[in-house]
């Protein structure tokens, strides 16, 4: 996997890299290389304390669920962001490769080099419009989160 210091062209990369090889590998670091940005942008552009955030995020999976916590969380608290399937300019097409990680996931499918390419690019590049809409908010999906924290009651 790779850490939070790891540069997205990195990223990408090694991404690539694995493709030439392994190309099952590639399409599971490509997905989960996607919901780990998704889920940093719902940690840097969320309202509610990174404990209530982190608990959500990690009962969710599927990206109708992502869909539904992206809205919840940053669109009706902001109408300048975008729902997701705008914010990710080829929806479509990364559903597609999406489902097609699913199928691998659970065994029921394997892959070759070929196959996995385009999937491969969706992902990375709707991993890439995230980059993009947090560097437009000025955030580096990088960088150390800010700590929100419930509000002590007296």
Not at 19 to 26: S, V
Not at 29 to 52: D, K, M, T, Y
Not at 107 to 127: F, L, S, V
Request: aromatic content about 12%; glycine content about 4%.
């Amino acid at each position: 996997m790779f850490f939070v210091s790891d540069s997205e062209e990195f990223k990408k990369s090694k991404i690539r890299d694995y493709l030439n090889g392994e190309p099952m590998i590639a399409i599971l670091l490509a997905a989960a290389n996607w919901e780990w940005s998704v889920g940093r942008c719902i940690l840097f552009f969320g309202n509610r304390p990174n404990l209530e955030l982190r608990y959500s995020l990690a009962h969710c999976y599927g990206l109708d669920r992502y869909k539904s916590l992206w809205k919840e969380e940053l669109c009706d608290n902001d109408a300048s962001i975008p729902r997701l399937p705008i914010l990710i300019k080829q929806w479509n097409d990364f559903a597609l490769a999406f489902e097609f990680r699913h199928r691998l996931i659970h065994g029921r499918g394997t892959c070759t080099r070929n196959m996995a390419t385009k999937p491969i690019e969706m992902m990375i590049e709707a991993t890439s419009d995230l980059y993009e809409f947090a560097r437009l908010r000025g955030t580096n999906l990088n960088s150390r989160l800010v700590v929100r924290r419930k509000n002590k009651q007296v």
